[in-house]
């Protein structure tokens, strides 16, 4: 399995700032993924996010409000832009792994006021 | 898109005890994980299990993806399985679409 950490693990920002999240893998992958947990609620993919293009997004969700980084093939960070108390949640990176299985990250816990 | 159901929403049962989470999709699949996330929320991969029956200790799955619906049994329940419990299908290029989750406490 791979071993996936984010930066940081929790953060409380003012309405109207921007947050940015790394997600470090131990080894290199294709495809790296974003996903959003809102509060009691289940997971939601954001984006897709290939090493050397565009990311990915589905619907609902606009680079503008979420850009993403993919330099490597071991690293990619999700900025959440201009906050909102809406944009209180837990945002999770994810990997594919051996056996088709899709590993995550601990997750970062992001609090707006 | 692909609708994922699962059920009970909630369970709360008492250390010792066996339980069955059911998952339901609305269409065909190639790729279905359960997934646990503990009271931390660390998502842990329990199982890919497209179709067929899997078994890893007390926990096991059986997929019919015939029947579209997927089942996960946990047996002797212990405190540390308390959390929600995630099926997730695969919509295409690995895009993991998540169902609702089941709550599950154990009580000791």
């Known amino acids: 399995s791979a071993v996936i950490s984010q930066k940081p693990s929790r953060d409380i920002c003012q309405r109207g700032t921007s947050l940015t999240i790394q997600c470090q893998v131990d080894s290199q992958v294709t495809m790296m993924f974003w996903y959003r947990q809102q509060p009691g609620q289940s997971l939601t993919l954001i984006a897709t996010a290939n090493q050397g293009s565009e990311a990915t997004y589905e619907s609902g969700f606009v680079i503008d409000k979420f850009p993403i980084s993919r330099p490597n093939l071991t690293f990619s960070t999700l900025t959440v832009s201009n906050l909102s108390p809406e944009d209180s949640s837990i945002y999770l990176c994810s990997v594919d792994g051996t056996g088709r299985r899709q590993f995550f990250g601990p997750g970062t816990r992001l609090t707006v006021l | 898109g692909i609708q994922v159901e699962q059920s009970p929403p909630d369970l709360i049962l008492q250390e010792g005890a066996n339980s069955t989470l059911r998952c339901n999709f609305s269409?065909?699949?190639?790729?279905l994980q359960w997934f646990h996330q503990n009271p931390w929320g660390q998502l842990i991969n329990l199982f890919y299990?497209?179709?067929g029956t899997k078994q890893n200790g007390r926990l096991s799955a059986t997929t019919v993806a015939t029947e579209r619906y997927s089942l996960l049994y946990i047996s002797s329940s212990q405190t540390t399985d308390s959390g929600v419990y995630f099926c997730?299908?695969?919509?295409?290029?690995?895009?993991?679409?998540f169902g609702q989750g089941t709550r599950l406490t154990i009580n000791p």
């Open positions: 299990i497209p179709s």
């Open positions: 269409d065909s699949v190639n790729n």
């Open positions: 997730a299908v695969d919509q295409g290029a690995q895009k993991l679409v």
